[in-house]
């Protein structure tokens, strides 16, 4: 505790050089995880929206609908489907167009029924959309969000294989930086490591105290970087709860989860790094102590 104090800006930029790391590969993980959960999000519910003809007119049979809606829920492809009619359509068709007069001043029996359809995976849009596009009698058309969530999902398997590797390269840098800056204070102190080895000291009498400072600086620096990521991302879920179309409130059991392997990585890199910044100083030393006269009989 006395070194830290006795050496403040080295060991203030140990912890600056962590929390600067850390920081940027935790967020690089908190992003990874905004995606991953929006992704899973637009993939529930409606899949795929089957408009139907009028039932009635146009040569449909009066129960057409009912007879398809059957036959969808019978697909293995299908997990849940239900009937939407004309007045329901009317009602969705109003709340999504509130405020809008100039749309909403139209013939409500325009308006097509619809079969709403949630499949069991999203890779079988196609198959189902064959199916339907295939009864052209009472399916008016088919439409699917499918391909648009496949494209959001590929972009996420992208940016988390891009952020896995933003979070390795940068902890490496975490334990350069700190064995760097481990490596300046004992070149600070280089004289008192070298009368320790003089005086009898041991290699871990002298590391001890490394060690501990680095442990301390990494946790700290993860500390800091576990608490701001955590903050920062907690104020900017608040801030856009009335913005339905993306989330970005994650739980707390994921900053639990990796805070507790950032602090356990920050105090590891710590004493990695104190231990490659004391192995040349004491290979160094080794060689230091008193000459032995030769040739004494």
Known sequence: MVNLRRNFLVVAGAVLAVFISLTLAFGALVVNEVLRINTLAWQEGVHVIAFLNDAGANDVPAGAHEALLEE???????????YVNKAEAW????????????LLDIDPS???????????SIELHSSVQFKLETDTLTVLRVQ?????????????????????????????????????????????????VEIMKLVGASNWYIRIPFLLEGLIEGLVGAASAVFTVWVLSDRLGEATTS?????????????LTWGVLFLLFGATAGVVGSLLGLSRYLRDAEGIGPEIPTGIV
């Open 110 to 120: 325009v308006l097509p029924a619809s079969i709403r359809i949630e499949l069991v």
């Open 91 to 102: 009602v969705e068709f109003q709340e999504i167009f509130e405020g809008q007069e100039e």
């Open 72 to 82: 969808v829920r019978s697909w293995e492809e299908v997990k849940d489907a239900f």
């Open 144 to 192: 699917t969000a499918a391909e648009e969530i496949e494209q959001l999902q590929n972009l996420s398997n992208v940016l988390n294989v891009l952020g896995i590797g933003l979070a390795v390269v940068l902890g490496i840098s975490a334990v350069v930086l700190i064995a760097n800056t481990i490596r300046l204070a004992i070149y600070a102190r280089r004289d008192e």
């Open 243 to 255: 913005f339905a179309l993306f989330r970005l409130d994650i739980g707390n059991s994921f900053f």
